[in-house]
């Protein structure tokens, strides 16, 4: 081997090697996310004690159509009413749409674009200029089509971590529209819960109308006996038109809730006015899943939006770093380019193009740094709501669990004293009539017989509103069943991969 090549090759290394130093040089010199991270974590259901709270007991998770447990057609029609014809479903729809839409553009930011091109163009070129003579000087009509290509090589997995962001943030979507009808179903079903409640208690209003119309005829009588006076009289009347007034204010509740419930529908107030008597059932027991609360998280749409933003904002976090690498983009062209038309189709006017650009972030003034930070924040943000969704589903449950338990307990006494002030009403009444008691024995034992039939009308209206409440709590039927393939752990793979900071030394090979 001669001196020369040696020599070459000696030449031909160093320039390598410093042109490897240089790029490890420049990349030591670029911006870094060094200390730059989030130690936020979703906490699992299990870390919250429950296990007085909510006592597992065999039971069944609500399914899609929970609210047939009642027994009335009517409910179930209007449900089907509303979902279909509610403006807010309809919003949410729309959401989802626009979701869909972003996803198909973060999609497409991954994929080669391909686009062609022609233009026509009359120009007079400069005789002093880049055109030389006879163009130069002269006017003509430049011809150019062209068949272009571009492709970023993404080698970081910016655009991918993109796509991933915006297909969570579609699942987000999909869930926060599960969120709207599950509201919007139990609240239709509070709502024809509250009419049935109404009507119960006017049907004790119209009874006690009736109990005062025959007080206010006895006393009459016994004023003609000579053993009451015109102040019983007056008093009777007085109750009367009492329980008359309350009877209209019932009415008038029965006519605004009608009007709620054609607005749940999505109707006008006169479609209310079609909605007759509700005649629910007292409906299922109640008993609480086993696998509470672990499934809690896939059954409650709010707890699964909260969980798939967490995950956007994870590939978010990804994509801000990966802003920090260089990008390298390649681009093709390949087309024809001439003066006049006669030369436009010949092999002489083609034109070729081959092409990479690379962009390194060398000095931004911070904003790259700002921007992860941000998007921390967001992620740590997220964390945070989602937390408060899981507390706030299982103190849900809980609560609803206890009102039912506690209701059950009322009911049974309430039952107990309405059957006593009954019989005591109706003996007051006797004895009055024999001319054995007073008229304020008979007007107090009529009041407290009215309080407790009030009282069960309630307790039993309470206990229904607390099932539809209880059924929403636990989602309504829904489960995420994206998140149950995709995510069997969602929890843990959206913390570690937002939790991992930049290695100080070498931004280049941070982890990603």
Known sequence: MSTQLISRKIVSRAAKTGLTVIFAAVLSACVNYAGISSDKQMAQPQAYATQQSIVQDHGHWPAADWADQFGDAQLKALIAEALKGNPTVEQARARVAAAAAYSETAKASTLPKVGASYSLTRQQYSGTALVPPPYGGSWQTENQGLLSASYDLDLWGKNREALKSSLSQLQASEADGEVVKLSLTSATARAYNQLARLYALRDIAQQEITQREQIDRITAGRIAAGLDTEVERKTAQANLATSRATLASIDGSILTTRYQ????????????????????????????????????????????????????????????????????????????????????????SRTESVGSAIHLPIFDGGQLRAQLKGRYADFDYAVATYNQTLITALSEVATQLSQIRSTDEQLADAQAAQEAARGADQLALTQYKGGLANQLTVLNADTTALAADQQVANLKMDRRDQQIALAAALGGGYTDNAGSAAHSDAAAPATASATVSANPANPAIAAR
Do not use: M
């Open 261 to 348: 419930l054609a607005a749940l529908l999505g109707a006008g107030p006169d479609r209310g006015l079609a909605i007759t008597r509700p005649t629910l059932s007292v409906g299922d027991e109640v008993h609480v899943p086993d696998n509470l609360p672990a499934d809690l998280v896939s059954r409650r749409p709010d707890l699964v939006a909260a969980r798939w933003r967490v995950d956007a904002l994870t590939h978010d976090v990804k994509e801000a770093k990966a802003e920090f690498y260089p990008d390298i983009n390649l681009s093709a062209a390949l087309g024809l380019d001439a003066f006049g038309f006669g030369r436009f189709l010949t092999a002489a």
